[in-house]
Every structure is written in structure tokens, then in C-alpha cells.
């Protein structure tokens, strides 16, 4: 997908969450509004397998393809190719292509330079099984005093 980039955004606060709560962490990258810009594919088997995965996705944003589908012409969703493999994806479906692609710029753009936190709380959207593949993400988090820096590279 050509040309992804939007103008002014506002990506020096965003930052990856690793949620460690349960025995299959999973990482989303927030940006400085706490706005959710995308999230892993699938469930890590470890913390330092999520760990790796956020560092592959701060170097795919740059590197990788996105790749836009939906069904039937709604609810789009963006992946993130990189190497042949799914490396990101989109938080929530978008009721239109334009806000989907968006969406993706704004991934692109934040996740280079995101730091990474560690979380201990999981919201339970993102625990739910019924719902990890499109579902929302929850809004207050509790901190953990873990891992809060930037990603090495």
C-alpha cells in the first residue's frame, strides 16, 4: 500500500503494552491519546516471545507491507506482512476503507519509535477468546512498576 503517512500525527508518547496477566501474553500499541493504533496477531507463548514480537513490529511498520480487505465493503481491517508472515493487525474493523487506511498510517508512524510498558491487568476484550480477533480494547489498564523503556534496536 502506497503512500502511507499522515500529516502532523502525533506519535512521540505512543508506546507497545505487553499484558503479562494470563498465560498468554499479548501486546497493543497505544498512542499518546490512548487511542488503540493495532495489536498482535495472536497470543504470545512467552513474555519474551511478546517482547520480540513488538520490536518485529516497530521494524516491520517501517519495512512491511500493510494489507487493507474487508467483507463485502465493510467493516475493513489492515495486516501487517513482513517476511510473508502476519506481524500486526488492525485494533477494530472501520466502517470505511479511508478510516481503515488511516488507521494503518497511524501504526506506521507510532510504532518505530514506541516505548514499550509491561501490564499486568488484561482488558477483558483483549482475554476474551470470543472476541481477540476484532474486539475493542479496555480503557484503564493497571501499571505495573515492570519494564517501561524504550524498545532496543
Excluded at 506519535?11 to 503479562?20: C, E, I, P
Excluded at 521494524?59 to 500486526?88: D, H, K, M, Q, Y
Excluded at 483483549?126 to 501499571?143: D, F, M
Amino acid at each position: 500500500m502506497p503512500d502511507l503517512q499522515v500529516p502532523g500525527a502525533r506519535t512521540s508518547r505512543a508506546r507497545f503494552q505487553l499484558y503479562v496477566a494470563t498465560d498468554v501474553p499479548l501486546w497493543r500499541l497505544l498512542g499518546g491519546n490512548n487511542r488503540a493504533y493495532g495489536r498482535s496477531v495472536r497470543p504470545m507463548l512467552s513474555v519474551t516471545e511478546a517482547q520480540r514480537s513488538c520490536l518485529l513490529a516497530a521494524t516491520a511498520a517501517v519495512r512491511g507491507t500493510f494489507e487493507l480487505s474487508s467483507a463485502s465493503g465493510r467493516a475493513w481491517t489492515w495486516v501487517l506482512i513482513f517476511e510473508g508472515e502476519p506481524v500486526a493487525r488492525s485494533d477494530s474493523p472501520y466502517g470505511r476503507r479511508i478510516e481503515c487506511r488511516a488507521s494503518a498510517a497511524r501504526f506506521k508512524a507510532a510504532a518505530p519509535a514506541a516505548m514499550l510498558t509491561i501490564v499486568r491487568y488484561v482488558p477483558r476484550e483483549l482475554a476474551s477468546t470470543s472476541r481477540v480477533s476484532l474486539g475493542n480494547v479496555g480503557r484503564s489498564p493497571l501499571w505495573d512498576n515492570g519494564v517501561h523503556g524504550p524498545l532496543g534496536r
